[in-house]
């Protein structure tokens, strides 16, 4: 027996989608804890010795052991792990003796201050870069492009930071050096911003401080370049491969046969339809930015969650570095995640 | 010369090698017309021959130390590149340091890509159960920020090249496992699959004999353009002091030695850079001209 399908709102499809996409984030979630956990657990020091010192007795030990479940069978103590990182518990530093959580959410946001500084400037040249070098391709715009990205992909981050501010600011004195803002202004920070976001461009605007926002700008620009250069490299070689294959749609040989002009084709046509997957890519290199942070933060010292990570791993504070990895793996898998939806939600044919 | 070429270009091979051989003569032709992917190769070859040759081309020891000559300038004699706070001589340490650097990129090139190969035609073969738990490891190792991934299993597996290989190895298998799966599904069904399955073959012998060498083309343009990020991520790593110690030549390392002296002596920390840079450009060259060669479906036409 056949019968016809009621007809359906379209609601309801792409909520089951995001309930699939909830699922998997969790599942992703949680195969990223059973790594750090894996990863902790493996660690040859002793838990119990590295918060207790070495002088501690054997009655404190084995209290110490109990109180931190580590006599219990190790899918236990997963589950304790699981159910204390969702309650925002990732453990205390071994160096500050302050929550890891506390400490990462006051970095978190100069490492995102960068990010989207970085993707910003990075989408602002790559898109019009691919756009122009997909209308000519082979061209010497083109070709050069193409280099220019394939050098980006070849220059280790840190090494074209300590080059910038070898030029930049030791030979030209164009912009700050290290750190967020100069010596002087660092004072005022603390003591005369009302802080609202922690992002001090926005925050330095936000209180009409505007001699420290050009300050704060100084510092900020080399960092941020040097990683829009390397999310050009990416953005500008995927918005050329889209673009070359919508170039190539009957629909473009129709708007130019009907005389429309190849500026309005190109700028307004055909990039309208490049936007959508480009939303995907642009997602993702913001991904990417959050990690390659890290060693840019190292060289800039920025206090980011970056150079967070790489501080505590001197001195081998595991459960900073640990609490940071998650931190920093939510916001990649989150930034993975919301690129996937966005894509369903924008692009028609994406909804199955 | 001119019979081989006759031979090579032959429409009728005779054996199957005259074939392959035949086969990779016109992909070499098309390559040979791409500047950029010739260049890339020379860089390549280059890399090869110092690596081999580093003792004989070297004008110093590099790890010897002569403290009356400390952080001379490039330009001095004897000192084409300078020397460092050692006063080791610097071409002479990037000359040897490319060793390292060509050993690291052997050694994980020669577990990643095994291991995504076996994990994905092994999952895209079987299918079903096999394939979604699978693919779903795969996925969320893929969803890993890598290089964090590889800092934190350093941190805990401890400092040393043979450790930061491993921590390259296990964050960058999983593209190679996704590649190797879609190749996999488009030659499970065919006939000639079913005619081995037919003549009794099991799956272990229809994989290793019949699917993975069909993985192969895209797995080695995949392998090319990561030599690149495998460099830079080991540079990385010895840069932060978790890869090769010291006073081994490891390029990351010596950036990160010359890095206290930037200003007043640059170019410590300038010339191993430029070493890096040349050299993972000369593999995403050869890489980017290998795709357009190999892989038609993504030429940049």
């Known amino acids: ?352 | 010369m001119s019979t081989l070429t006759t031979w090579l270009r032959d429409p009728n091979p005779a054996s199957r090698m005259q074939s392959r051989l035949g086969q990779s003569y016109l992909s070499w032709l098309r390559l040979r017309r791409n500047p950029l992917a010739m260049i890339g190769l020379l860089i390549t070859a280059a890399l090869l021959f110092v690596a081999i040759f580093a003792p004989l081309l070297a004008p110093h020891e590099p790890i010897t130390q002569e403290l009356g000559r400390r952080l001379l300038p490039p330009g001095t004699p004897g000192n084409i590149l300078g020397t460092d706070d050692f006063g080791r001589d610097i071409l002479s340490r990037i000359l040897y340091g490319s060793r390292i650097t060509l050993y690291i990129v052997l050694l994980v090139i020669l577990t990643a890509p095994v291991v995504g190969l076996i994990i994905g035609t092994v999952a895209g073969y079987f299918g079903g159960w096999t394939d979604t738990i699978l693919m779903r490891i795969t996925d969320i190792f893929l969803a890993f920020p890598k290089l964090i991934l590889a800092l934190a299993l350093v941190a805990v597996l401890g400092p040393g090249m043979e450790n930061a290989v491993l921590a390259i190895a296990l964050t960058s298998w999983p593209p190679y496992a996704r590649v190797a799966r879609a190749e996999t599904l488009t030659v499970r069904n065919s006939d000639y699959i079913a005619a081995v399955k037919l003549q009794g073959a099991g799956p272990i012998r229809i994989i290793w004999g019949h699917v993975i060498p069909m993985c192969l083309p895209s797995v080695i343009i995949r392998v090319t353009l990561d030599m690149a990020g495998v460099i830079l991520t080991a540079a990385g790593l010895g840069f932060l002091g978790l890869g090769v110690q010291p006073p081994l030549p490891e390029w990351g390392l010596m950036i990160s030695a010359g890095r206290k002296f930037l200003f007043e002596q640059w170019w410590v920390a300038t010339m191993p850079g430029l070493a890096i840079f040349i050299v993972s450009l000369g593999f995403n060259l050869l890489g980017d001209g290998l795709r357009d060669v190999l892989d038609p479906k993504s030429a940049s036409k």
């Not at chain 1, 990010?115 to 040249?125: D, E, N, R, S």
Request: without cysteine; hydrophobic residues 50%; glycine residues 10%.
């Open chain 1, 1 to 352: 027996m056949t019968s016809i399908p009621a007809p359906q709102s379209r609601l309801i499809p792409l909520l089951r989608q995001i309930g699939g996409t909830v699922v998997t984030l969790f599942v992703t979630f949680l195969g990223l804890l059973m790594v750090t956990f894996f990863i902790s657990n493996v660690i040859p020091v002793d838990p119990v010795l590295s918060i207790l010192g070495e002088r501690a007795t054997e009655a404190q030990m084995a209290e110490a052991r109990e109180r931190l479940g580590l006599n219990e069978p190790l899918w236990k103590q997963f589950g304790i792990y699981v159910g204390n990182t969702l309650q925002g518990d990732l453990g205390t530093s071994i160096r500050t003796r302050e929550p890891v959580l506390e400490e990462v959410s006051q970095r978190f946001p100069a490492t995102l201050e960068l990010a989207t500084l970085a993707t910003i400037l990075g989408v602002l040249l790559g898109v019009p870069a691919g756009v122009i070098a997909a209308t000519k391709p082979g061209s010497f715009f083109d070709q050069s492009t193409r280099l220019i990205g394939l050098m980006g992909y070849s220059m280790p981050v840190f090494w074209l930071g300590l080059m910038g501010l070898l030029l930049f600011y030791g030979q030209l004195e164009w912009v700050g050096g290290p750190g967020r803002l100069d010596a002087g202004y660092q004072m005022s920070l603390d003591f005369e911003l009302t802080q609202y976001t922690g992002m001090i461009l926005l925050d330095t605007a936000l209180n009409n401080r505007w001699d420290m926002f050009a300050n704060a700008f100084s510092h900020i620009i080399l960092p941020a370049g040097i990683l829009a250069y390397i999310s050009m490299a990416y953005i500008s070689r995927m918005t050329r491969s889209f673009m070359m294959n919508e170039l190539g749609q009957e629909y473009i040989t129709t708007a130019r046969v009907k005389g429309m002009p190849e500026r309005r084709v190109i700028w307004v046509h055909a990039l309208k339809n490049v936007m959508v997957p480009l939303i995907t890519v642009i997602a993702l290199s913001y991904a990417y930015l959050l990690e390659g942070a890290v060693l840019t933060e190292t060289i800039f010292a920025w206090p980011g969650l970056g150079s967070y990570i790489t501080d505590a791993l001197m001195v081998a504070d595991m459960p900073a570095v640990l609490g940071g990895t998650v931190v920093v793996g939510i916001a990649y898998i989150g930034l993975n995640m919301l690129s996937d939806l966005l894509y369903r939600l924008v692009d028609p044919r994406a909804r199955v």
